[in-house]
């Protein structure tokens, strides 16, 4: 049981971290994509739509593969349904993507 607790409150802190976040894209058009799945995934979820959010959130991903934000909203839903195991690889990825974001700065500013 502390391990799922320990989870959904780094699910949350991801997503809270990605809160405002935008997910881009290489194109204005998909960019645009990415938003607008993100905004429907969000509606979903907030109204416990959890299949439809996961549809959305998946889009996604898919969309702007580099962005956190994805990621950490795939893992609330999965946490939310109880899919542990998928909850935690997701939310990985969303860490690893903010590393990755990080890095990318450090490097551009050196």
Same mark, same amino acid.
């Given at each position: 049981?502390g391990?799922r607790?320990n989870?959904?409150?780094?699910?949350?802190f991801l997503a &809270? &971290?990605?809160?405002?976040?935008? #997910?881009?894209?290489?194109?204005?058009? +998909? %960019?645009a994509? @990415?938003?607008?799945?993100? +905004?429907w995934g969000? *509606?979903?979820?907030? *109204?416990?739509?959890? #299949?439809?959010a =996961?549809? =959305?959130f998946e889009?996604?991903?898919k969309?702007? #593969?580099d962005?956190?934000? %994805?990621y950490a909203?795939?893992g609330?839903?999965y946490? /939310? =349904?109880g899919?542990y195991?998928e909850? =935690?690889?997701?939310l990985?990825r969303?860490?690893a993507?903010?590393r990755?974001?990080?890095? /990318?700065r @450090?490097?551009? /500013?050196s």
């Amino acid at each position: 049981m502390g391990a799922r607790r320990n989870l959904s409150v780094v699910g949350w802190f991801l997503a &809270a &971290a990605c809160r405002g976040a935008t #997910p881009g894209g290489d194109s204005v058009a +998909t %960019g645009a994509a @990415a938003v607008t799945a993100r +905004t429907w995934g969000l *509606a979903y979820l907030q *109204a416990n739509q959890l #299949p439809q959010a =996961e549809a =959305e959130f998946e889009k996604v991903v898919k969309l702007a #593969p580099d962005q956190a934000v %994805g990621y950490a909203d795939l893992g609330l839903v999965y946490l /939310r =349904e109880g899919r542990y195991r998928e909850a =935690e690889t997701q939310l990985r990825r969303a860490a690893a993507a903010v590393r990755c974001r990080r890095a /990318r700065r @450090a490097l551009a /500013r050196s």
